[in-house]
């Protein structure tokens, strides 16, 4: 499996964006997605998840209300859909996907397959 993110950009704080997430290689509608990102000097972190069904999605507390992930098997693609964003959301955001149950959505290792990254940029 393939993982190509992209949607990043350059935005003000308060504005929206759109990351979207595409998979090549073989169909990956059975596994769970999941949005991770990286600022630069912190670790990997992660955003939001969403299990294999569609059925169940799991957000950091810092992105609760105002992101939104989603997915659509027939396209083998999931997204991100960010609003009302702040400086702090400023950083490197990749796309994951694999076999993971739900109590493990929140934990980067969990997950097989890793896109690379785009990078959002929020100015205030």
């Known amino acids: 499996v393939q993982l190509q993110a992209s949607g990043g950009g350059l935005v003000q704080a308060g504005g929206s964006l759109r990351l979207s997430c595409a998979a090549s290689?073989?169909?990956?509608?059975?596994?769970?997605k999941g949005w991770f990102r990286q600022a630069p000097g912190k670790e990997r972190e992660f955003v939001a998840a969403?299990?294999?069904?569609?059925?169940?999605?799991h957000y950091a507390d810092s992105v609760k209300g105002r992101f939104t992930i989603s997915r659509d098997n027939a396209k083998n693609a999931v997204y991100l859909q960010m609003n009302s964003l702040k400086p702090e959301d400023t950083a490197v955001y990749s796309c994951?996907?694999?076999?993971?149950?739900?109590?493990?959505?929140?934990?980067?290792?969990?997950?097989?397959?890793w896109g690379q990254g785009t990078q959002v940029t929020v100015s205030s």
């Open positions: 290689g073989r169909p990956f509608s059975s596994y769970a």
């Open positions: 994951a996907a694999g076999n993971v149950i739900l109590s493990q959505l929140k934990m980067r290792d969990s997950y097989h397959y």
């Open positions: 969403i299990s294999w069904s569609g059925g169940s999605t």
